[in-house]
């Protein structure tokens, strides 16, 4: 039996350190950010749970929300940014300096190229899709609280892009994304 599943995939606000290649650090929001990510969602609910990235710059939001209207918070490691290795923690500038060619090829195609001793793009796919699945099949609306590698992820696969078309896909901070998924019963599970 079909069923439709709303989600709204949510980026984080801005976070310390400005634009870097936070990847898996586990770093803060601003209060810019948490300002950003508050005026995103607005004071309307319509979610029966808020899935979330471990990592604070989500976690702590997708916590407070839940707090404020009572809702379900589940804490899902696969959501957690792409790690970028060497990368971590700089910027695109810093690293035109030091790891010019490997940045380059990366941005080119991030499928065949990953961050310098980074993790590729298919592990995050697996890793996100594995959650996307789990997601939609015990939810009937979820706000996923993550950050833009993920929501890259998911939206190539809706959209039937390749992976290595996805660093073309804005996904600004404090971005909201919604997506309705019809889903089908087969065997007695929803895929």
Same mark, same amino acid.
């Given at each position: 039996?079909?069923?439709?599943?709303?989600?709204?995939?949510?980026?984080?606000?801005?976070?310390?350190?400005?634009?870097?290649?936070?990847?898996?650090?586990?770093?803060?929001?601003?209060?810019?950010?948490?300002?950003?990510?508050?005026?995103?969602?607005?004071?309307?609910?319509?979610?029966?749970? #808020? %899935?979330?990235?471990?990592?604070?710059?989500? /976690?702590?939001?997708?916590? $407070?929300? =839940? *707090?404020?209207?009572?809702?379900?918070?589940?804490?899902?490691?696969?959501?957690?940014?792409?790690?970028?290795?060497?990368?971590?923690?700089?910027?695109?500038?810093?690293?035109?300096?030091?790891?010019?060619?490997?940045?380059?090829?990366?941005?080119?195609?991030?499928?065949?190229?990953?961050?310098?001793?980074?993790?590729? #793009? %298919?592990?995050?796919?697996?890793?996100?899709? /594995?959650?996307?699945?789990? $997601?939609? =099949? *015990?939810?009937?609306?979820?706000?996923?609280?993550?950050?833009?590698?993920?929501?890259?992820?998911?939206?190539?696969?809706?959209?039937?892009?390749?992976?290595?078309?996805?660093?073309?896909?804005?996904?600004?901070?404090?971005?909201?994304?919604?997506?309705?998924?019809?889903?089908?019963?087969?065997?007695?599970?929803?895929?």
């Amino acid at each position: 039996m079909a069923r439709t599943v709303d989600i709204d995939l949510l980026r984080h606000g801005e976070t310390e350190g400005g634009q870097r290649y936070c990847g898996t650090t586990d770093i803060l929001l601003t209060a810019a950010g948490w300002d950003q990510m508050w005026g995103t969602v607005g004071n309307e609910c319509h979610w029966d749970v #808020v %899935v979330s990235s471990p990592l604070k710059r989500c /976690a702590e939001f997708a916590r $407070a929300l =839940a *707090q404020r209207h009572s809702l379900e918070l589940q804490i899902d490691e696969r959501l957690r940014e792409m790690h970028f290795g060497a990368w971590e923690g700089r910027n695109a500038a810093e690293l035109m300096q030091t790891d010019a060619d490997n940045l380059t090829r990366f941005w080119r195609d991030p499928v065949r190229h990953s961050p310098t001793d980074g993790e590729s #793009v %298919v592990a995050l796919q697996s890793r996100v899709m /594995a959650a996307w699945r789990d $997601a939609t =099949a *015990q939810c009937r609306a979820a706000l996923i609280v993550t950050h833009g590698g993920p929501i890259r992820t998911i939206l190539c696969h809706l959209r039937g892009v390749s992976l290595a078309e996805s660093l073309q896909i804005d996904v600004p901070l404090a971005s909201l994304w919604h997506m309705q998924i019809q889903t089908a019963a087969v065997r007695g599970a929803t895929v």
